[in-house]
């Protein structure tokens, strides 16, 4: 697979307490989507790959297939704050000792959705992420936000359409964690 086919952007939308997490390749409608809905207690991951198309569903607060769930990761917060996109943002820093990999993480705390973290290694940050990382396989992601809006979110944006084959966990991991490191 080319380098051209690995997901270069990640737009989150939300609308009440559902998201909807898109990490996009840059060719077609490729990538990886995952539905966070605490109302239903679940969590699915779908991926769009090349003409297949895979789903897992888990429950609410899984981390989602693809993403290392970090366990040996520190989050310190440093009370240090600034203004991004007009809005007042916090920082912390995130250590993983394992890798000897630091990273500064910026979050927002005025965008009122409950739990924004609960289905990823960042739990424990109550805001609005606009700058962190994540581990994808064996490569470090990170993800610096362009932009905020408040636009509306229909409902038909929180579904996906097509058959998708349903997979279990470890066969999504696998699979996402190949496209990662190819």
């Known amino acids: 697979m080319s380098e051209a086919m690995l997901p270069n952007s990640l737009v989150v939308k ?3 307490n559902k998201i909807l997490m898109e990490i996009m390749t840059p060719i ?30 888990g429950i609410f607060g899984e981390i ?13 917060k440093t009370g240090v704050t600034r203004e991004m996109f007009g809005l007042n943002c916090l920082n912390a820093k995130a250590t993983i000792p394992t890798g000897s990999y630091e990273f500064d993480l910026w979050y927002t705390e005025e965008i009122g959705i409950d739990d924004p973290n609960s289905s990823t290694p960042f739990s424990t940050i109550d805001g609005v992420l606009i700058s962190f990382f994540y581990r994808m396989g064996e490569m470090i992601v990170e993800f610096q936000a ?33 496209m990662m490191n190819l």
């Open 28 to 57: 077609g409608n490729n990538g990886i989507f995952n539905i966070i809905d605490p109302e239903q207690g679940r969590i699915d991951t779908f991926l769009r790959l090349l003409g297949m198309k895979f789903c897992y569903t």
């Open 146 to 178: 362009e932009g905020v809006y408040n636009k509306p979110v229909s409902d038909k944006d929180l579904t996906l359409s097509g058959k998708f084959r349903n997979i279990d966990r470890d066969d999504m991991d696998s699979i996402i964690s190949k």
């Open 14 to 16: 939300f609308k009440q």
């Open 64 to 76: 989602p297939p693809g993403i290392d769930p970090m366990t040996d990761m520190k989050i310190e």
